[in-house]
């Protein structure tokens, strides 16, 4: 169990200090669980950090930047900028696919030419296919069209010559449709209107999105100032907003278990920044008697609930628990396997002892599962977690 001193156990102004001013080690531990349980003045810790800080590991940085700038607005997006300018000048693809994605979300004229140098550079080496792995070319084309994005939506009218010379490259057609409606120039919709009847149905279907996009912007401009919804609190994002406000239990262990760790930690900061969330999600709840869970394949845990989340919304219902016998038919198995799935188990005393270990055994599709240790405490009048270990993992 965590102690005081222990990283685990620190304040969130405890990690800001030792980001700021530890050592290596002190450092990286404070930018891990920052990325974990970090608010939105946790962002700027790390924006400022990252700004000034030239020999931070540029993983640890980037995944920092993917989830709490995908949580919470940055209160110095200039900052923010320079900070995924640097990474656009990296040479591993992944973090210029991570920077270009984060740009989309939050564009900034800054960036403008770097961007170009990025598109430029991943049109040579798709035309060329320089790099030796498949993975890597296929990171590259992922961020050549996430980079076209990332053009329009910081550089606006002035992306326009930009967007119109791509739209002359037959593949990368239809993403320079898209790029033409986040530009939102009126001139320009003749010409999408024309596209809207292109021969190709991917170039059709991204004029007729951009044409929606730019009514829906027009319409939102529009409106009067009592019209227009209050932001979420605490410079949330509107998504997070949403998940926060999701209802699981009046039991708050419960509440926090499946709504703050299952769906938000696990979930969203986990693919968010990927754009690639689970439509659907069943979480089922287990509790056990003792101090380290059991396996997720073990009958020592007794159900509490199950529950069945979904993207679109979100929204989340309690469901029933199916009598479902073991089965050693392995297309049974697999059908009722499909989809995703968190088995939650937590020890019945934790309420009452304010502190334990709980497991999460994630599964997210066919080719990535993955199980997790995380040590659960009520501190400070509010639950809170950190990662113990992984406990398996199979991609």
């Not at 974990?36 to 990252?50: F, K, Q, R, S, T």
């Not at 979300?105 to 790099?131: F, H, Q």
């Not at 550089?155 to 939102?184: H, S």
């Not at 008697?289 to 679109?312: C, D, H, I, K, L």
């Amino acid at each position: 169990m965590p102690v005081p001193s222990d990283p685990q156990a620190r304040s969130q102004t405890e990690l800001i200090h030792d980001l700021n001013h530890g050592t290596p080690s002190q450092q990286a531990s404070a930018l891990s669980r920052l990325t974990a349980v970090g608010d939105a003045e946790a962002l700027d810790a790390v924006i400022e950090y990252l700004q000034y800080e030239p020999t931070v590991p540029g993983e640890a940085g980037l995944e920092a930047l993917q989830v709490l700038v995908n949580k919470y607005v940055p209160y110095d997006r200039y900052g923010l900028a320079d900070v995924l300018i640097s990474f656009l000048e990296d040479s591993d693809w992944q973090s210029k696919f991570g920077s270009v994605r984060l740009l989309s979300a939050y564009p900034n004229e800054l960036a403008v030419p770097s961007l170009r140098a990025v598109i430029d550079e991943a049109r040579a080496e798709i035309v060329t296919g320089s790099s030796r792995l498949l993975s890597a070319f296929n990171v590259a084309e992922r961020t050549l069209q996430e980079a076209i994005i990332a053009l329009a939506s910081c550089g606006r009218i002035n992306a326009l010559p930009d967007v119109l010379e791509l739209l002359e490259d037959p593949g990368l057609r239809p993403v320079a449709t898209r790029a033409l409606g986040l530009i939102n120039s009126e001139t320009e919709r003749l010409h999408l209107e024309d596209l809207c009847e292109d021969d190709d149905v991917r170039v059709r279907d991204s004029a007729q999105w951009a044409l929606g996009f730019m009514d829906e912007r027009i319409e939102q401009l529009s409106r009067p100032p009592d019209q227009i919804p209050e932001p979420p609190p605490d410079r949330l994002s509107p998504i997070y907003w949403a998940h926060r406000c999701l209802f699981a239990s009046e039991d708050d262990l419960l509440q926090f278990l499946i709504v703050r760790m299952a769906i938000e930690h696990l979930v969203l900061d986990s693919f968010i920044g990927e754009g690639r969330i689970p439509e659907q999600c069943r979480l089922i709840v287990r509790s056990f008697q003792g101090e380290t869970p059991p396996g997720f394949r073990s009958n020592e845990a007794e159900v509490v609930g199950a529950w069945r989340y979904n993207w679109v919304g979100p929204q989340l219902r309690r469901v029933g628990i199916p009598d479902q016998p073991p089965t050693t038919d392995p297309q049974a198995r697999r059908a009722r396997l499909r989809g995703a799935r968190i088995i939650i188990t937590y020890p019945e005393t934790l309420s009452s002892d304010g502190e334990g270990l709980v497991g999460f055994d994630c599964l997210f599709g066919p080719s990535f599962s993955q199980g997790y240790l995380y040590h659960v405490a009520w501190r400070d009048g509010d639950w809170t977690f950190a990662q113990v270990r992984s406990t398996w993992s199979s991609r």
